[in-house]
């Protein structure tokens, strides 16, 4: 296996490794500045900027501590040590040597100019990023994954395996999403046991975590962009087109208009491997979804106890005083004396001071007065008959329940002859009925069930039940025979 070392060689980490790293790392944030910002950089142009940037800390740089050759510290190299455009100079030859820089030559002005490479120019957008991390919005990437799959399932046209590919990538990002949510609510419950004050608690909590991960990414998770919500709808999608032949030719003939080649052999298989990832990744996700729900509630419950940890405990005069104050008797009994009253009074002025004001005419209202209960009239006959067939009917029901089958059953016979039946054209007799076709709806994901549910835009009233628009549809030997 390649190593990094290999493409930019032994020494690229050295300067980071050495006592004068934070000298050296300075300047690496110079360098990304200066390559960001101008086409071809010059030696002269990057030693200015070093010198503006790092004046201070380049008049302090102990270059013996460094391992510099002693031929740059000694004669003509001490001379150039003793001004900051000499100092400059030597950094820019230390990040040439290290492969943090590569010379070349200007074929127009015949003069040198200085190159990144672009294992450097990563490693320093990296390094950036890491000292100055970037907010990360939450995109809604359960909805662009439905839409893009919507949108090509309804157009069948060329640009369906870009919708493929946007759905692939936004569920990696989505899983990405999800494993940084993860790791930064364990950090956040590991800091708890370092706050000692109750104002960083509080701050850390509202201004940090509700900011950046609940309101960012743990809301939208549960709310707008639910995987519960949307998930079915993707996993039909894919379904569909896994188990129709046209859909993977279209596909296939797609990418190859993208990636402008004529024959591709992997094509197919690459297309089979996205869908199975985005497939596979929407099926697996409730583990993940459901330990990220435990460890908020766990951070929600240790950042409460060890607020009022922190509230409670003596740490200083402030938490000492009130431990003192909860000892004192209550202000009805204040004129009694009290060992510890009279040692109070000894140390500090204190008085009991009394005021009137909106609620001094208050009086607790007093507790009503319970009369003895009365014995429970005997029901007659008549009613204890009704009563024992009322509990007779609600056992029979309990034990009859909804099974699997019944309910498979009560859905076929909506059906009928028919292979497709539409939402608005059920029968749906009472509760019962009501209760069945829920249960149907939700079977309707599993694999030997011979029925499958085409879901519609909007919705239609049914006697006095609103249900969503969607199509119930016959299958036999796991495909539709209607569409």
């Not at 190299?77 to 455009?85: C, D, I, K």
């Not at 943090?100 to 672009?118: G, I, K, R, S, Y």
């Not at 919005?137 to 369906?160: G, I, Q």
């Not at 039946?421 to 079977?443: P, T, Y």
């Amino acid at each position: 296996m390649a190593s990094i070392f290999d493409v930019a060689g032994e020494s690229l980490f050295s300067i980071l490794a050495s006592k004068n790293r934070r000298l050296y790392f300075s300047a690496l944030m110079v360098l990304r500045e200066v390559y960001r910002r101008e086409l071809q950089i010059r030696r002269s142009d990057l030693v200015v900027a070093l010198v503006a940037s790092m004046e201070r800390e380049m008049m302090e740089w102990d270059v013996s501590q460094d391992g510099v050759p002693e031929g740059d510290v000694s004669g003509e190299g001490a001379g150039e040590m003793a001004t900051l455009s000499g100092r400059a100079h030597l950094l820019v030859r230390r990040l040439v040597e290290t492969g943090w820089l590569q010379t070349a030559t200007d074929h127009t002005t015949f003069e040198e100019v200085l190159e990144v490479p672009d294992y450097a120019a990563e490693l320093l957008e990296t390094f950036y990023r890491i000292v100055h991390p970037e907010e990360k919005p939450y995109h809604s990437f359960v909805y662009n994954t439905y839409a893009a799959l919507k949108t090509a399932d309804e157009e069948r046209d060329d640009f369906m395996f870009q919708a493929l590919r946007g759905a692939y990538d936004n569920t990696a990002a989505l899983r990405d999403s999800l494993r940084s949510l993860l790791h930064n609510m364990r950090q956040f419950y590991q800091n708890l046991q370092h706050r000692q004050e109750v104002r960083e608690l509080l701050a850390e909590h509202f201004d940090q975590y509700q900011v950046e991960v609940a309101l960012k990414t743990y809301h939208p998770l549960k709310t707008v962009d639910s995987v519960h919500r949307f998930r079915p709808r993707i996993l039909q999608f894919l379904r569909r087109w896994m188990q129709d032949p046209q859909v993977l030719e279209q596909l296939h003939r797609s990418m190859l208009l993208h990636r402008g080649s004529r024959e591709d052999a992997d094509g197919r298989m690459e297309i089979l491997r996205m869908i199975d990832f985005v497939r596979d990744s929407y099926q697996s996700m409730d583990g993940l979804l459901r330990e990220i729900d435990r460890r908020n509630s766990n951070y929600s419950r240790a950042a409460a106890e060890r607020l009022q940890y922190l509230l409670n405990t003596d740490r200083d005069v402030k938490g000492k005083l009130i431990e003192v104050l909860k000892a004192l008797p209550p202000l009805d009994k204040a004129d009694e004396e009290t060992p510890v009253l009279e040692e109070l009074r000894e140390a500090l002025p204190v008085y009991r001071v009394a005021v009137v004001d909106e609620g001094s005419l208050y009086r607790e209202p007093k507790a009503r007065r319970r009369e003895p209960p009365r014995p429970l009239r005997v029901r007659p006959a008549e009613a204890e008959k009704e009563f024992e067939a009322e509990l007779r009917e609600m056992r029979r029901q309990f034990r009859r329940g909804f099974s699997r089958r019944e309910v498979i059953a009560f859905l076929m016979a909506q059906l009928g002859e028919r292979d497709r039946i539409a939402s608005g054209e059920l029968k749906i007799g009472g509760v019962e009925d009501f209760i069945r076709l829920i249960l149907a709806v939700v079977r309707a994901d599993e694999p030997d069930v011979p029925y499958r549910i085409e879901w519609k835009e909007g919705s239609v009233r049914v006697g006095a039940y609103r249900l969503p628009q969607f199509d119930v549809i016959r299958v036999v030997n796991g495909r539709g025979l209607v569409g």
